[in-house]
């Protein structure tokens, strides 16, 4: 073998290694969105993967470290484009996310307590939701009395919880349009007077 090309090749295995590593990352996260925990195994991580289970134990060493790499990837999105200050706007964004990934969110949520990169995520989350709350509403919340302040977040935070999306969009099955439009009266009425 050529000492020139030995770089080469360990830049290309090292590629490959990273592209397959991220794929098996990828397709567990798929798969927590569409699937109950108990659903997530070994078997369909590395089928979706198009790699052997062993490859997959051999990059993270048990299924907790994939579910934990899966849960460090989609720990990083939030809900979308900020629109502060725009009711409207954001109530359609928070939709948007909601139609993709309200179902998941709600199955993760029904696992809550069970696998700990789970609760991380599910905590990072709520974390995210309110600081997009914070930042979409800004001009609102900084208009309202001081001492206030915190208890009209926390009537967003709840007017917009996926919660209040699966009971309109699921269990009342209304059209997005119309669940929309009663979130965002919702909205409206609380940060109309303030």
């Known amino acids: 073998m050529n000492i020139e090309s030995r770089p080469y090749l360990m830049k290309v295995r090292a590629e490959k290694a990273a592209a397959t590593k991220e794929r098996i990352v990828k397709s567990a996260t798929d798969l927590i969105v569409e699937r109950t925990l108990d659903g997530l195994t070994l078997d369909a991580i590395a089928e979706r993967s198009n790699v052997a289970v062993r490859t997959v134990l051999r990059i993270f060493g048990s299924k907790e470290e994939v579910f934990a790499a899966a ?85 967003i935070l709840v007017a917009t919880d996926v919660y209040a999306w699966k009971l309109l969009r699921r269990d009342f099955g209304l059209s997005r349009r119309a669940a929309e439009a009663v979130i965002r009266g919702i909205v409206d009425s609380l940060v109309g007077g303030v």
């Open 71 to 155: 849960v460090r990837f989609e720990s990083r999105r939030g809900h979308g484009e900020l629109h502060p200050g725009d009711v409207a706007a954001s109530v359609k964004t928070l939709f948007d996310d909601y139609e993709k990934i309200g179902d998941a969110v709600i199955l993760r949520l029904a696992d809550e307590g069970r696998v700990p990169s789970l609760d991380a995520l599910l905590k990072s989350g709520r974390v995210n939701h309110r600081r997009w709350i914070e930042e979409s509403f800004a001009p609102q919340l900084a208009s309202c009395d001081k001492a206030r302040r915190p208890e009209l977040l926390n009537a």
